[in-house]
Nanobody
Framework: QVQLVESGGGLVQPGGSLRLSCAASGSIFKVNDMGWYRQAPEKERELVARITSDGVTDYADSVKGRFTISRDNAKNTLYLQMNSLKAEDTAMYYC???????????????WGQGTQVTVSS
């Protein structure tokens, strides 16, 4: 009943930029904390950045100063602006949202299907 759909991935050269989006839809009462995670081949999924419903942000050390997470609460949409991209940023990027629904009643985590980011010359 709740879906998270990512978009904006693609192939970019080192030093380039991409902007990822994640739109939440369905029977949503409230979208709480949201975050971006990534998983490279043969590696574990890792946190990239997260943001609370009040806009407090947190970043992995590897992306500080290059990535910016933001959200539009009116649109239930999460963004990730990625600048100065490096080859090591290549991964599948996933959106995570902690979402409160009225039916069924309660809060739980929802994952998007992922969007591929490839940084290569």
């Amino acid at each position: 009943q709740v879906q998270l759909v990512e978009s904006g991935g693609g192939l970019v050269q080192p030093g380039g930029s991409l902007r990822l989006s994640c739109a939440a839809s369905g029977s949503i009462f409230k979208v709480n904390d949201m975050g971006w995670y990534r998983q490279a081949p043969e590696k574990e999924r890792e946190l990239v950045a997260r943001i609370t419903s009040d806009g407090v942000t947190d970043y992995a050390d590897s992306v500080k100063g290059r990535f910016t997470i933001s959200r539009d609460n009116a649109k239930n949409t999460l963004y990730l602006q990625m600048n100065s991209l490096k080859a090591e940023d290549t991964a599948m990027y996933y959106c995570l949202g902690t979402i409160t629904t009225l039916w069924p009643s309660g809060s739980r985590n929802y994952w998007g299907q992922g969007t591929q980011v490839t940084v290569s010359s």
